[in-house]
């Protein structure tokens, strides 16, 4: 059974850092993303990684502020933030699929965890 645990929301404020954290089981996947949504928005991509290292961006805005990473030892894909803005405040959602994507969105990846909480105050 695939299952993607997300970790790390909460509080935090204007131009601070917070650290994501997506544990994923249930075997292994050609690609992780984090996509994030606000109240009132779409759900959309801020980034991916594949297995063989590889990482897409949404924008070059995202690769300036966030950095995803992970770690094949403990099936863990990270999100760093940081110089949080008010503005990041959204439901952070990993998501995964067997195979290698490239770019893709929402309707792509076949799993999906249940999504952490991140509220940036001013």
């Known amino acids: 059974q695939v299952r993607l645990v997300e970790t790390g929301g909460g509080l935090a404020q204007a131009g601070g850092e917070l650290t994501l954290s997506c544990t994923t089981s249930?075997?292994?996947?050609?690609?992780v993303a984090w996509f994030r949504q606000a109240p009132g928005n779409e759900r959309g991509l801020i980034a991916n990684?594949?297995?063989?290292?590889?990482?897409?961006y949404r924008t070059s805005a995202s690769r300036d502020r966030f950095n995803i990473s992970r770690s094949n030892a403990e099936n863990t894909v990270y999100l760093q933030m940081k110089s949080l803005t008010p503005e990041d405040t959204a439901t952070y959602y990993c998501?995964?699929?067997?195979?290698?994507?490239?770019?893709?969105?929402?309707?792509?990846?076949?799993?999906w965890g249940q999504g952490t909480r991140v509220t940036i105050s001013s």
């Open positions: 990684i594949r297995d063989d290292g590889g990482t897409t």
């Open positions: 998501a995964a699929d067997r195979r290698r994507i490239y770019n893709g969105g929402i309707t792509t990846y076949a799993y």
């Open positions: 249930g075997g292994t996947f050609g690609t």
